[in-house]
């Protein structure tokens, strides 16, 4: 009888936790802990129709975005979907892209950001796998684009990219091959300025420049951090990956951001303007202190001199005309006539040229 009891109560348990979903998390010898709702086959997680951030932020986004040219390996996967399932990741087996080359299944990931004052984009894909020397489930990919502009409330198209760092490791960044990036249009391959960068990734933990193509460029849908649904963002900043660091969530964002900077692409380039439209330095100690909405007193008005008079002028007194002869043949008959001889020194002046019928200055706008 008590046998009976307990092998129902068990099986009652083992229905509840079935139901609930809480067995997925985690599973049996797998180091990957997830909150519930838990872990689903990797290629079960929809991906989220792109959504950029809102207002500029959003605009930079998208202005931004990059190619990934993927020629080996995974391509990269929608970590979570709307309800916060997280995908279960690959065993390291077989071959490097087995089971994870289905391009409908990708997802970008994007957050704004600064570092030492300066602007920055984080861009991450996720895939299921890594066959490197470690061979393990989940990885991320990412770059982050180094933004400058010295406009006052500056729109997307304001700003010029001056560089990208590449990741080279979980916390690690190759922050010196920007002049070899490639650029590219909008997905749709138009636009004035080429601002979307190709990424290469060859199947191991690093993404570099592309090297001199785009023969498999990806560009899945985008999504800004600050569009997740709730439950997907709780379970990027909750799970606890074995090998993998989930670069663009709360907790590793902003350390993302510093270890990837890099000074020297800002070189010679003034600080950028805050909302206030203020240039602040980031040396500056006095620089985090609130702005004062008091406004900043008028000099005083500077008092004139009065000029002296100056002596007036006597004007000459029209001569006499001297009376004519009219028996003199040496006199002229009739007035003297007015000529546009240069050699008199008088011209005709043409009409105005309007400035706008002018040409322009040549100039020239390298891509970045």
Not at 42 to 68: C, M, N, R, T, Y
Not at 118 to 141: A, C, F, M
């Amino acid at each position: 009888m008590l046998r009976s009891s307990i092998s129902s109560s068990l099986l009652f348990l083992g229905l509840a936790t079935l139901s609930s979903g809480l067995a997925l998390a985690p599973r049996k010898g797998d180091g990957d802990i997830a909150i519930a709702p838990g872990f689903i086959n990797h290629d079960a997680v929809v991906p989220f129709q792109q959504q950029a951030s809102d207002g500029v932020e959003g605009e930079i986004e998208i202005h931004f975005k990059p190619w990934l040219n993927d020629g080996a390996g995974c391509f990269p996967y929608a970590a979570v979907d709307r309800s916060g399932f997280h995908g279960a990741g690959l065993r390291p087996t077989g071959k490097s892209g087995g089971d994870c080359r289905d391009p409908s299944k990708g997802q970008i990931y994007a957050r704004v950001g600064t570092s030492n004052g300066r602007t920055g984009v984080l861009y991450s894909w996720y895939i299921p796998k890594i066959q490197n020397d470690e061979k393990h489930k989940h990885y991320y990919l990412s770059i982050v684009v180094w933004l400058h502009t010295d406009i006052c409330k500056a729109k997307a198209t304001d700003y010029k990219v001056v560089g990208i760092s590449y990741s080279t490791g979980k916390e690690s960044w190759d922050k010196f091959s920007s002049p070899n990036t490639l650029y590219t249009a909008s997905d749709a391959n138009f636009g004035p300025v080429n601002t979307h960068a190709i990424v290469g990734y060859w199947g191991k933990m690093n993404v570099e420049p592309s090297r001199d193509s785009a023969h498999y460029a990806l560009s899945p849908p985008m999504v800004a951090w600050s569009k997740l649904a709730k439950p997907a963002e709780d379970q990027l900043n909750n799970i606890a990956y074995e090998h993998a660091r989930c670069p663009f969530n709360d907790n590793n964002f902003q350390a993302t951001l510093d270890a990837a900077f890099n000074g020297d692409l800002y070189n010679n380039l003034p600080l950028e303007p805050t909302l206030e439209c203020v240039p602040i330095d980031p040396k500056d100690p006095i620089s985090d202190d609130p702005i004062s909405d008091d406004p900043i007193p008028d000099d005083p008005p500077k008092k004139e001199e009065p000029k002296p008079e100056e002596p007036k002028k006597e004007e000459p007194k029209p001569e006499e005309p001297t009376p004519v002869d009219p028996e003199d043949p040496t006199e002229p008959e009739g007035p003297v006539p007015v000529t546009s001889d240069p050699a008199d020194g008088l011209f005709e002046d043409g009409p105005e040229i309007p400035e706008e019928a002018l040409p322009a200055d040549p100039t020239f706008t390298p891509t970045p």
